[in-house]
């Protein structure tokens, strides 16, 4: 029976973290179908450039407490399985990236849809850890306020989680299974952002914040820059 409690806990915790926020505030707020715009990605990211600033804010809020609530539920349910822990929260950004509730079919084939679990990973960090939000979050806002790119952002949350829990484990005062969390969560960043990857290593990712702003002056005063370079700053993600 145990198992059985911790079978359907876990995919609770996939369906949480299935739950399209983003393709709900943004119909709510504009009518669009958020899967039509940009990137095409139900997160925080792109409901910001469909739907504008606070779309994109309370799109990541709800998105990370979704994941955290998936964590808390089943800490509550098994206090010191701390594997269980681990997995709820990978099911949460599992369920964020390839929603049940998004599938399609392409060329014949079932494909889900989602998100790249920025938001859902920061959310189960909280969950196994209220506390590294004093970390994750300052830390993501800084990187990406520094660098203007918000899929190297979204990569280095699960860097950071890795070191804050690895941390804790070597002074004794978390497990080290909290920290393999940040390693599995940083490989589904990854695999989510491969397309991302290789466009910062080509060096054409879509530049966001003052960064972009920035481009886009510097564009726009250069007599010499040819238009196809004037609109590279609004390349989607």
Same mark, same amino acid.
């Given at each position: 029976m145990q198992l059985l409690g911790n079978v359907l806990l876990l995919i609770l915790a996939y369906l949480l973290g299935s739950i399209p926020f983003g393709l709900v505030v943004v119909r709510l707020a504009t009518g669009k179908d958020l899967r039509q715009e940009h990137s095409g990605r139900t997160g925080g990211t792109n409901a910001g450039r469909a739907a504008g600033l606070w779309a994109g804010v309370a799109t990541a809020l709800l998105d990370g407490s979704k994941a955290a609530t998936?964590?808390?539920?089943?800490?509550?349910a098994q206090p010191e399985a701390f594997w269980l822990?681990?997995? /709820?929260?990978l099911l949460a950004i599992v369920?964020?990236?390839?929603?049940?509730?998004?599938?399609?079919?392409?060329?014949?084939?079932?494909?889900?849809?989602?998100g790249?679990?920025?938001?859902?990973?920061?959310?189960?960090?909280?969950?196994?850890?209220?506390?590294? /939000?004093?970390?994750?979050?300052p830390a993501a806002v800084l990187i990406l306020y520094g660098v203007g790119y918000a899929s190297l952002t979204t990569l280095s949350i699960g860097l950071t989680c890795v070191a804050l829990f690895a941390a804790r484990a070597?002074?004794?005062?978390?497990?080290?299974?909290?920290?393999?969390?940040?390693v599995a969560a940083?490989?589904?960043?990854?695999?989510?952002?491969?397309?991302?990857?290789?466009?910062?290593?080509?060096?054409?990712?879509?530049?966001v914040g003052w960064r972009a702003r920035r481009a886009q002056r510097l564009a726009a005063s250069s007599p010499e820059t040819p238009a196809s370079a004037a609109s590279e700053s609004n390349r989607t993600t």
């Open positions: 998936a964590v808390w539920l089943v800490r509550a822990h681990v997995a /709820a929260g369920g964020h990236n390839y929603s049940i509730f998004l599938i399609e079919r392409v060329e014949g084939k079932p494909r889900l849809r989602g790249a679990g920025g938001a859902p990973s920061v959310g189960a960090a909280i969950g196994l850890w209220a506390p590294s /939000a004093m970390i994750t979050i070597m002074l004794g005062i978390g497990p080290w299974e909290y920290a393999a969390y940040g940083e490989i589904l960043l990854v695999l989510a952002l491969r397309s991302n990857i290789q466009r910062l290593m080509q060096g054409n990712e879509r530049l």
